[in-house]
């Protein structure tokens, strides 16, 4: 009898285990997972850090709901947040919160990182490159222009499990989640909104991006009698880069044209099932 409950009482701590492993797996990146695994690294403990907090939202979600099927409505919320958790933990973000129409990562926990204001702009700059070759995609069944803002703040906040590491999730709070949701709430679309401390916290380590003094300069509601000043930062397009519309917006693979029906044609992805109907583009190569 005691070997049996013995046993039993092995399976269901093995099987607790495993799905808080899983539970993590969502949040971090493979190497984090490892080290928890392995024992090197302890997230039972909450602690104060300074991290990067980044906020990403989908422009205008609330009105869409009301006009698309819930569940076309969902699907595209799925993809387009499941390409931007890919990225994020490739850049070993760890993704706090998923908010239904929107998203809260940070860095810099829980391993630390030398460059993690760097790690989370330039995970958010890939999200930019990987939505502008798939505006047109997600537009259409968006049935609207499918932009997105993204604020980026740095500062101190408390981070661990909340409410408790049994019933919780691994997520930071203070007032840098507060203002780098202002600040996603005050990006131009599809640009980056971030703060001129910030900015001087990547002195000499940004390359081929395009900043802009930001316009939208109300005050930022929580932070009144705060002055801050805000830049819009978005990749720098050059002339080596693909033209987008010759681009599958699912694989990446190149498009041509399958069929010419008068002015549109008929465009199909070399590398998967994808096909649309498109303007007529010179430089997709005919087949």
């Given at each position: 009898r005691n070997?049996?409950?013995?046993?039993?009482?092995?399976?269901?701590?093995?099987?607790?285990h495993?799905?808080f492993?899983?539970?993590?797996?969502?949040?971090?990146?493979?190497?984090?997972i490892?080290?928890?695994?392995?024992?090197?690294?302890?997230?039972e403990?909450?602690?104060?850090?300074?991290?990067?907090?980044?906020?990403?939202?989908i422009e205008n979600?609330?009105?869409?709901?009301?006009?698309?099927?819930?569940?076309e409505?969902?699907?595209i919320?799925?993809a387009f947040f499941?390409?931007?958790?890919d990225i994020?933990l490739?850049h070993d973000?760890?993704?706090?919160t998923?908010l239904g129409?929107?998203?809260?990562?940070?860095s810099?926990?829980?391993m630390?990182?030398?460059?993690?204001?760097?790690?989370?702009?330039s995970?958010c700059?890939?999200?930019?490159?990987?939505h502008r070759?798939?505006?047109k995609?997600?537009?259409?069944?968006?049935?609207?222009?499918?932009?997105?803002?993204?604020?980026?703040?740095?500062?101190?906040a408390?981070v661990?499990?909340?409410?408790?590491?049994?019933?919780?999730?691994y997520?930071a709070?203070?007032?840098?989640?507060?203002?780098?949701?202002?600040?996603?709430?005050?990006?131009?679309?599809?640009?980056?909104c971030?703060?001129?401390?910030?900015?001087k916290?990547l002195?000499?380590?940004?390359?081929?991006?395009?900043?802009?003094?930001s316009s939208?300069t109300d005050?930022?509601?929580?932070?009144?009698?705060?002055?801050?000043?805000?830049?819009?930062?978005?990749?720098?397009?050059?002339?080596s880069?693909?033209s987008?519309?010759?681009?599958?917006?699912?694989?990446?693979?190149q498009?041509f044209?399958?069929?010419?029906?008068?002015?549109?044609?008929?465009?199909?992805?070399?590398?998967c099932?994808?096909?649309?109907l498109?303007?007529?583009?010179?430089e997709?190569?005919?087949?």
């Amino acid at each position: 009898r005691n070997e049996i409950e013995t046993k039993d009482q092995v399976i269901e701590d093995k099987t607790r285990h495993g799905v808080f492993l899983e539970k993590l797996a969502m949040q971090f990146s493979p190497q984090v997972i490892d080290a928890i695994k392995g024992g090197s690294l302890n997230i039972e403990d909450r602690v104060r850090r300074s991290i990067s907090c980044i906020f990403i939202d989908i422009e205008n979600s609330t009105g869409r709901s009301a006009r698309l099927d819930y569940s076309e409505y969902s699907d595209i919320l799925s993809a387009f947040f499941s390409e931007c958790i890919d990225i994020l933990l490739n850049h070993d973000i760890t993704v706090g919160t998923y908010l239904g129409d929107g998203l809260m990562a940070f860095s810099n926990a829980p391993m630390e990182s030398q460059d993690h204001q760097l790690a989370a702009l330039s995970a958010c700059l890939d999200i930019l490159k990987v939505h502008r070759r798939k505006f047109k995609y997600y537009s259409d069944r968006w049935r609207s222009p499918f932009n997105i803002r993204i604020g980026i703040n740095t500062g101190f906040a408390l981070v661990g499990f909340f409410p408790n590491p049994k019933r919780g999730t691994y997520t930071a709070v203070g007032d840098v989640i507060n203002l780098a949701s202002r600040l996603c709430g005050k990006a131009h679309p599809n640009t980056v909104c971030v703060t001129k401390d910030f900015l001087k916290d990547l002195s000499g380590k940004l390359e081929a991006v395009k900043i802009e003094r930001s316009s939208n300069t109300d005050a930022i509601k929580g932070f009144e009698g705060e002055h801050f000043e805000l830049f819009a930062i978005t990749n720098l397009n050059t002339s080596s880069e693909e033209s987008a519309q010759s681009m599958c917006p699912l694989c990446g693979n190149q498009l041509f044209v399958a069929e010419s029906l008068g002015q549109v044609d008929v465009v199909r992805c070399t590398g998967c099932n994808y096909h649309d109907l498109v303007d007529k583009v010179p430089e997709i190569k005919a087949a």
